[in-house]
């Protein structure tokens, strides 16, 4: 039996895992790559969730998230560090990301 790496952390099944970069997360087991946090966004190292990302030093906001329990995951995150992002999750994040920020 092929061990996993935890959320977390990264690294082929049965192979050696390692954390989480900071500013990155992965909230499942198994192989997958960590994700990036959104724009704006730090996480410490070995982040298991998106809600890890917080606002970098510099900016300010506030992080909403809202889960939505159906036949497959969805969550929706919202994230206002001078930047809004929709990350949406269905067996991978996608996230759309505006600037908040006016040039003059």
Not at 24 to 46: D, E
Not at 62 to 78: Q, R
Request: proline share 4%; glycine share 6%.
């Amino acid at each position: 039996v092929d061990c996993t790496c935890n959320a977390g952390s990264t690294g082929p099944d049965g192979g050696v895992c390692t954390a989480c970069s900071r500013n990155t997360y992965k909230s499942t087991t198994g192989s997958a790559s960590c994700a990036l946090c959104p724009i704006t966004n730090v996480s410490p190292i070995a982040s298991v969730a998106i809600i890890n990302c917080t606002c970098s030093p510099g900016y300010t906001g506030v992080s909403v998230s809202v889960s939505v329990s159906v036949s497959i995951a969805v969550s929706v995150y919202v994230y206002m560090c001078d930047y809004v992002c929709l990350c949406l999750y269905v067996y991978l994040y996608i996230c759309l990301c505006v600037s908040l920020r006016i040039s003059v």
